[in-house]
């Protein structure tokens, strides 16, 4: 599975963003897809996950309630809806899918196959 994320740029804080993840190759629809961000000098951490069905979506904390991961098969993409955006979301965004559907396992960057390149998200203050 090859993925193309896309969609980043500059927005203010309060703002909103949308950025996408887009699949080529291999049967996209049994991934588990999801997306993590780095921040400079900073650890790639945790932001979101879908199961391949879309019934089961996963959050961290710090993003819980302003963000919304969705996925559309038939494209394929996966799509991270951020709002209420704060400085401190300021990061390269990658996606990453893996076959697993393990909830305990999902916000773990260890169990993702394949990512994309990322793409970057500035957020002024």
């Known amino acids: 599975v090859q993925l193309q994320a896309s969609g980043g740029g500059l927005v203010q804080t309060g703002g909103s963003l949308r950025v996408s993840c887009t699949a080529s190759g291999g049967t996209f629809s049994t991934y588990t897809v999801g997306w993590f961000r780095q921040a400079p000098g900073k650890e790639r951490e945790f932001v979101a996950a879908i199961r391949w069905n879309s019934r089961t979506t996963y959050y961290s904390d710090s993003v819980k309630g302003r963000f919304t991961i969705s996925r559309d098969n038939a494209r394929p993409v996966v799509s991270l809806q951020m709002s209420s955006l704060k400085p401190e979301d300021a990061a390269v965004y990658y996606c990453?899918?893996?076959?697993?559907?393990?909830?305990?396992?999902?916000?773990?960057?260890?169990?993702?196959?394949?990512w994309g390149q990322g793409t970057q998200v500035t957020v002024s203050s």
């Open positions: 990453a899918a893996t076959r697993t559907g393990i909830l305990s396992t999902m916000a773990r960057a260890d169990s993702y196959n394949y």
